[in-house]
């Protein structure tokens, strides 16, 4: 069973740049592929960005591309999201996910374990 612990969300204006850090107890960390999702009030979980078990393979969502990236570090079981000039649409709660294979995937109905969240608000 994998644990997912999310930080870094907050309250920031848009332009600023934050960094989410999701800490996974589990010990075989590098088998997993990780990413990050996120939910605004009435609306669908939707995928953010994914990464692969080694840190080489990445994707992210279109809304995000440019602006978003993804990184891990498997030394310390962390997966990272790196979040520049935020925009009002970018608020909600930001959600780690971890998949127990090893390449990546953008549908949340292909990760087993979530952590359990954290708020992200750009304010105009």
């Known amino acids: 069973q994998v644990q997912l612990v999310e930080s870094g969300g907050g309250l920031v204006q848009a332009g600023d740049s934050l960094r989410l850090s999701c800490a996974a107890s589990e010990r075989t960390f590098s088998n997993y592929a990780m990413g990050w999702f996120r939910q605004a009030p009435g609306k669908e979980r939707e995928f953010v960005a994914t990464?692969?078990?080694?840190?080489?393979?990445?994707n992210v969502a279109t809304s995000v591309k440019g602006r978003f990236s993804i990184s891990r570090d498997n030394a310390k079981n962390t997966v990272d999201l790196q979040m520049n000039s935020l925009k009002p649409e970018d608020t909600a709660v930001y959600y780690c996910?971890?998949?127990?294979?090893?390449?990546?995937?953008?549908?949340?109905?292909?990760?087993?374990?979530w952590g359990q969240g954290t708020q992200v608000t750009v304010s105009s």
């Open positions: 996910a971890a998949r127990q294979v090893s390449f990546i995937a953008s549908s949340p109905n292909e990760y087993s374990y």
């Open positions: 990464i692969n078990w080694i840190g080489r393979i990445t």
